[in-house]
Nanobody, 120 residues
Framework: QVHLQESGGGLARPGESLRLSCVASGEFFSVYSLGWHRQGPGKQRELVAFISSEGFTTYADSVKGRFAISRDNTKNPLHPQMNNLKSEDPAVYYC??????????????WGQGTQVTVFS
């Protein structure tokens, strides 16, 4: 059974950074793509970024140059880093597992999410 659990959310001021963590259980994570979604207040859920099993990354335009993801084949496989946080970034952030070229990424498992709040 696949299970994903995020942590590392919290409070930050504009311009600061937060690093999230995603702990996973289940088999064969190394052959899947891993993604990172968010849902802000009153907004639809959106794809922030994803990384293929080969390590290729794709980012939403809104976070390019500020956010970064990397991965490894451990039980903590996804490493989302958020830099230069802005007022439009507050949301619940989700770790996902899925497939690339779907298009472009289709998650099949979701974590429970972790809240990120940006305040002045």
């Amino acid at each position: 059974q696949v299970h994903l659990q995020e942590s590392g959310g919290g409070l930050a001021r504009p311009g600061e950074s937060l690093r999230l963590s995603c702990v996973a259980s289940g088999e064969f994570f190394s052959v899947y793509s891993l993604g990172w979604h968010r849902q802000g207040p009153g907004k639809q859920r959106e794809l922030v970024a994803f990384i293929s099993s080969e390590g290729f990354t794709t980012y939403a335009d809104s976070v390019k140059g500020r956010f970064a993801i990397s991965r490894d084949n451990t039980k903590n496989p996804l490493h989302p880093q958020m830099n230069n946080l802005k007022s439009e970034d507050p949301a619940v952030y989700y770790c996902t597992r899925g497939t690339s070229n779907c298009p472009p990424y289709c998650p099949d498992y979701w974590g429970q999410g972790t809240q990120v709040t940006v305040f002045s």
